[in-house]
């Protein structure tokens, strides 16, 4: 088993390897006083592993309540926020139980903010049970709602007093989520390691999971320690996913988010190409893993209607999206670009009109 320690506003670990659901219990007994424990999860991950984890809470001496949600991003919006909170005042849960996150990244962004609402507060903890959200979204605190204008319209910065990864979960992903996971390992690649990076092409991400998923979450454990309210450093986190967000709004979130943000990556990887901002080399070496891995470059939407998309980004501001563009494997940097000039860069990106 591997443990990452994160330090922020409140510090907390991240465990990494095989059997963690049985411990679950034992281990999130060590973290809340908590008497009750509401275990949120997907129509799908329910049956496969809700029992196990309610077996190990109980154990442990919570009273364990369950609450399923329909999969996908979807039931990431206001009225499922809503549903939950009354189901939580409902059963007279109070700040001081906690929150179970069991899933994906949808499940965990929804219970964080719902645990960081309700009653001005209370303990949560995320159980990935997916690659992306192992390696990303369980880690750092954003939690997040959707709008029909746009994702993660509302939220906060939120974090959770455990993370458990259960690499034993990992084995019932369908092939295009481990590919979806397999989208942001990349990604921390290009971002900032060009040793995982060339691990990434050496080896499949399945075959040294437990070193993938700890090298990602470390790296964002780094980031998010230097910049945990995303005013600066943390914004490299996004490369791939301004153009990626628009890429799933423009399908009424029917692209997978790993599959949007690998397509984001090739978008704007290719513009700063095109633009004389990275090498040839670095072009060929994105597009090389990403077609490796089997996950799309190609977003299937005009320029205008990603364009307009990505006008409701949230990440807009006096007037500029902050772009985050490889300059090579290893090293991104943060360029603003005016909202006039979206449609230039889309186009740089090899977008028709």
Known sequence: MTVVQVQASRSYEVLIGEGLLKEAGERIRAVTRAGTAVIVAGDIVWPLYGQRLSRSLEAAGFRVLSYVIPHGERSKNLETYGAL???????????GDVLVALGGGVTGDLTGFAASTYQRGMDFVQ??????????????????????????QVGTFYQPSLVLCDLETLGTLPEE?????????????????????????????????EHVIAECVRMKRDIVAADEFDRGRRQLLNLGHSVGHA??????????????????????????????????????????ILKKYGLPTEPGYSRAALEEAMLADKKLSGGQLRLIIPREIGHCEILPVPVEDIGVWLAAGGLQA
């Open 177 to 209: 989520e481990y590919r979806c996971g397999c989208a942001e390992v990349i990604k921390y690649g290009v971002l900032g390691s060009a040793k995982l990076f060339n691990e990434l092409e050496l080896l499949p991400v399945r075959e040294q999971l």
């Open 127 to 152: 159980v990935p049970t997916t690659l992306l959200a192992a390696v990303d979204s369980s880690v750092g605190g954003k939690t997040a709602v959707d709008l029909p204008t746009g994702k993660n």
């Open 247 to 288: 890429v799933e709004a423009c399908s009424g979130y029917t692209v997978l988010h790993g599959q949007a943000v690998a397509i984001g990556l090739a978008v704007v990887t290719r513009a700063a190409y095109e633009r004389g901002l990275c090498f040839r080399n670095t072009l060929e070496a994105v597009l090389g």
């Open 85 to 95: 909170l009354a189901f939580l005042a409902e059963h007279r849960v109070n700040r």
